[in-house]
């Protein structure tokens, strides 16, 4: 049975919305939006999670993850992350496309999950369950908005602190990713040691790897 996403989105334009809207969030349809700042792009995407997903979990295709991402507008590449840009020229970048990501995730499992037989799925917190007659779809949108206010907006607000973010970013598991972001941000920070040290290792890494270096263009 197919899920009816056009009530699912009709719940979404009433009550998530919104709040993304008085966040200064521009909403391109009821599951994605975005807003730009000088260095930093922020986005919110809402995706089903899909057939082939509810095969494998028992979840019902049309059940919602929400992702959040921040894009660094002062690391600019186009042509590389085919970035699509809006009626005024502004970069829309996809979450994935994001140079920080994070899944937003509900306080509790929810209790429609309790039916499943895979424990993991049980305890799932990251999706909300939608009835495939979106007859729940008003209290999961509900839930969303409020974890957007609980969660995912001061989740962005940490962003904006660039500096914390390079010392966050530093903790993370090494690998050619977070090398080059190191090297980006430490260069927008005007981190001239930070810089040099992290193109290092990003060289040596992609070297490792078979990459080539491509230096990105900063702004």
């Known amino acids: 049975m197919k899920t009816n996403t056009a009530a699912v989105d009709?719940?979404?334009?009433?009550?998530?919305?919104?709040?993304?809207?008085?966040?200064g969030f521009t909403a391109r349809n009821a599951r994605n939006a975005c807003?730009?700042?000088?260095?930093l792009i922020d986005v919110f995407n809402v995706r089903a999670l899909g057939a082939q997903f509810r095969e494998v979990t028992g979840w019902p295709p049309g059940s919602l993850v929400v992702s959040l991402g921040v894009y660094w507008s002062f690391v600019l590449r186009p042509d590389a992350d085919g970035l699509k840009q809006d009626e005024q020229g502004r970069i829309e970048p996809a979450e994935y496309q994001c140079h920080?990501?994070?899944?937003?995730?509900?306080d509790e499992p929810d209790s429609r999950?309790?039916?499943l037989q895979n424990a993991a799925e049980r305890s799932r917190r990251d999706a909300w369950w939608i009835e495939p007659d979106a007859?729940?779809?008003e209290t999961?949108?509900?839930?969303?908005?409020?974890?957007?206010?609980?969660?995912a907006l001061p989740w962005f607000e940490r962003e904006q602190d660039l500096p914390s973010v390079f010392s966050s970013l530093k903790q993370e598991r090494d690998c050619l990713a977070k090398y080059e972001r190191l090297m980006c941000l430490a260069g927008h920070l005007q981190m001239a040691k930070e810089q040099a040290h992290y193109t290092e290792l990003f060289e040596r890494e992609g070297a490792r790897l078979g990459r080539p270096f491509n230096?990105?263009?900063q702004t």
Not at 35 to 39: E, F, I, Q, T
């Open 140 to 151: 999961a949108a509900l839930s969303i908005a409020q974890t957007i206010e609980r969660v």
């Open 113 to 115: 999950a309790r039916s």
């Open 135 to 137: 007859s729940n779809a």
């Open 10 to 23: 009709r719940m979404l334009r009433k009550h998530v919305s919104p709040v993304m809207t008085a966040a």
């Open 215 to 217: 230096r990105v263009n």
């Open 35 to 39: 807003r730009w700042s000088r260095a």
């Open 100 to 106: 920080r990501r994070h899944s937003l995730k509900r």
